[in-house]
């Protein structure tokens, strides 16, 4: 993210401030809670699978692809104490056409800050191309996911049937809640006095199977995912069952998939590429086919 009140892109901590201190006036928008902060974990795992990295001996690859994606873009610098290293890093110089021409890496385990001039001894990995990370497309679809979880536990804590019985007295009730407990056990039959059976029990809620939407939100839930696999590049379970869908919609869908994840490809590859020249690291990303092409849709009258 650029901020132009200096000219300057913006640092890595100046990034981590504002994206905190960012106002969600929407009330609509879920809150960066706990649950939101579960589906993002599992969200970002399928943004991982996509990926295949060689990155060189001693990188650390859950903190490299956990920076890259997230921030949308990571420093490669070379230092004397450990060699090419890769950091968030902050931009000290643009080129004539506002690309990072310098940069600043930090790390508490470095003597001081390491200054990096890109294709000299340094260079930037990104993932698209205006720096930015994949955080507001993940906390979009984990705030929607995390809803659903919440709708469908309320839902299905409401199909409790609740009952409702009339009694005169104490003994009354404690008659009424002896006979419950005897029916509910198993027993096959249960005498009560006349007179508790003149008033009849009836439910709090009225017609709750009416009222019972969790299937509905589970379902709504699994499209809420599909589209979001869709969006990061992994074709899912609905699209590859085609027997019914027209060319123009197969090509639609393959596009729909391949989209973002083809973009990501191309600026990683790109960085890699540059960085592979002056360093000899042999940095290298594919696909996961597996996760692109998937199965071999299965058409109508196949087996």
Known sequence: MFNF????????GSQMLADYFQPEPSRVKGRRNEAVETQMRYLYNMVYSVYDFGLPKGWALNIFRFFLFRMGSIGVVYTRKFGWIFWPYGVTKLDWQYQPAVIEVWNEHLP?????????????????????????????YAEKLAQCDKSVDINLMNANVALAAYAKSKKDADDIYAAYGEATTGKPMVVINKALAEEPIR?????????????????????????????????????????????????QRDGESK??????????????????????????????NEVTEGPTPVQEGGE
């Open 203 to 251: 439910t709090l809620i009225d017609s709750p199977k009416q009222n019972f939407m969790a299937l509905e939100m589970l379902q709504a839930r699994r499209e809420i995912v599909d589209e979001f696999l869709t969006k990061i590049g992994i074709r899912t379970a609905n699209y590859d069952k085609r027997a019914q869908m027209s060319d123009d919609e197969i090509r």
């Open 5 to 12: 009140t200096n000219g300057l892109p913006m640092g890595f």
């Open 112 to 140: 001081k800050a390491q200054t990096g001039i890109i294709g000299v001894n340094a260079g930037i990995v990104r993932i698209m191309d205006d720096y930015g990370g994949l955080e507001d497309l993940v906390v979009e």
């Open 259 to 288: 989209a973002l994840c083809t973009i990501i490809l191309e600026n990683i590859r790109e960085g890699f590429d540059a960085l592979n020249k002056i360093s000899g690291l042999g940095l290298s990303v594919t696909l996961r």
